[in-house]
């Protein structure tokens, strides 16, 4: 009946009566694929309540829900489950109590509370998850022999989820740490994407695909200037919309160039004094001519919004207009690169945890070290600023323009037009 696929260092989940599964490591390890398949087996098993939650969750497709419908229809589990447009839930004759809850923390955390019987909660992506939530969600989930299934990909040692978790494992945890070469079911496509990545930087490797946390050391430029946290920016047929007030998002775009990647960046002004980085695109080896099918299948809602560029590769921006793209290029001049984060440390920078590449760059854009002193000096090394460097583009006029008072800027929608 079922042809699961299941990493070996994985099999003791479906074994174990533990009350915490937590499973960390880093990206392509199947944490994921295989928490959905232990639910689906505890669902046909037995009649279960199961809530599956993360930070934020504005719909359904930002959920686990296409993964577990995927797996339902590639095992044939229809017998036993029934797909909604919503939930999934069991079928008359098998589980017909079975059922799947699909809440955000950050918005529901409320209903969740007054969520009855809860057999599993799975918290999906759960490094940015607040001590605060951890702390009303735990005893929410108190039915006898219940378990509470975390998962995530490490980014800092002082995260909540990290210490409560990791360092400070409760008792009754099975406790997993994984990572790709555990994962014997990747395609060679995946594979040499990682090969790639741990040629030609290895400590972004150790963190993306090995999990090993990121630690903020005193020559990283934006040591405190930035903070990880998901916002709630949603997206109509229109317009993007933060808290019920529309927004306008900027484009910014770094070429690719020999082994260096295309990096471009989704960023809103929220205000003044916020930045918000909302999405990105990181790719290496990428001709110019597929940009624009990039974008479409990424970020579909830029495709006709305007791109600011490094106006040092004219002849790729002619060629970007050529291919339907609104691209421009950003005026540089001496010092554009210390104005511009000087401008950027005078915002409040909130990244969204999606964006794993730009998280990796802030962490490890640095200043040089004196090799006669040892003292940080204010020199800056140029590497790890692709999405930096696109994120200054999608700003340049706001740094060009700092004196001038923002919030006649950002509220006009023909300033990003």
């Known amino acids: ?85 919503d939930t999934i839930v069991g079928k008359k004759d098998y589980n017909q109590y079975t059922k799947f809850i699909f809440k955000g923390l950050a918005k529901d955390i409320n209903t969740i509370k007054s969520t009855a019987d809860i057999d599993i909660c799975f918290v999906e992506e759960a490094e940015t998850i607040k001590a605060y939530d951890w702390d009303v969600l735990i005893p929410t989930v108190r039915k006898a022999n219940s378990q509470i299934i975390i998962a995530f990909n490490p980014v800092e040692e002082q995260s909540d989820t990290y210490q409560r978790f990791v360092i400070n494992k409760p008792p009754h945890s099975l406790g997993i740490e994984i990572n790709y070469p555990d994962n014997p079911f990747l395609s ?17 490797y150790e963190h993306i695909y090995l999990g090993k946390p990121i630690s903020m050391t005193e ?41 260096d990647p295309t990096a471009i960046i989704e960023v809103f002004l929220l205000d003044d004094d916020i930045i918000y980085i909302n999405r990105e695109i990181y790719e ?13 299948q990424k970020i579909p809602e830029a495709i006709n919004k305007r791109f600011y560029c490094d106006n040092a590769r004219p002849d790729s921006i002619a060629q970007l207009n050529h291919d339907g ?55 800056i090394i140029d590497a790890n600023n692709h999405l930096i460097d696109a994120l200054r583009y999608a700003l340049y006029k706001q740094i060009s323009e700092a004196k001038k008072p923002l919030n006649a800027l950002y509220t006009n929608p023909n300033y990003w037009s």
């Open 1 to 85: 009946m079922m042809n699961f696929n299941i990493p070996n260092k994985l099999k003791s989940m479906f074994s174990t009566k533990s009350r915490y599964i937590i499973l960390y490591g880093g990206r392509a390890s199947a944490k994921t694929y295989t928490i959905c398949q232990y639910l689906l087996v505890q669902g046909m098993t037995s009649n279960k309540t199961i809530l599956i939650t993360r930070e934020y969750q504005s719909s359904i497709k930002d959920s686990t829900y296409s993964e577990l419908k995927n797996i339902i229809n590639k095992e044939n589990l229809h017998d036993y489950y029934e797909i909604k447009h």
């Open 188 to 204: 060679d496509t995946a594979l040499a994407e990682i090969e790639y990545m741990k040629e030609k930087n290895y400590s972004k």
């Open 219 to 259: 020559d990283v430029v934006f040591k405190n200037y930035f903070k990880i946290e998901k916002l709630d920016i949603t997206h109509n047929t229109r317009d993007f919309l933060y808290n019920g007030t529309k927004v306008y998002p900027l484009y910014g775009l770094d070429f690719g160039f020999s082994t």
């Open 284 to 296: 290496h080896k990428l001709l110019i001519t597929k940009y624009g099918e990039l974008i479409k």
């Open 325 to 379: 793209l609104n691209c421009e290029g950003a005026t540089k001049s001496k010092g554009s690169i210390e104005a511009g984060i000087e401008y950027l440390k005078g915002k409040q920078i909130i990244v969204n945890p999606v964006c794993k590449n730009m998280i990796y760059e802030l962490y490890n854009y640095k200043y040089k070290i004196d090799r006669t002193t040892s003292q940080i000096t204010t020199d």
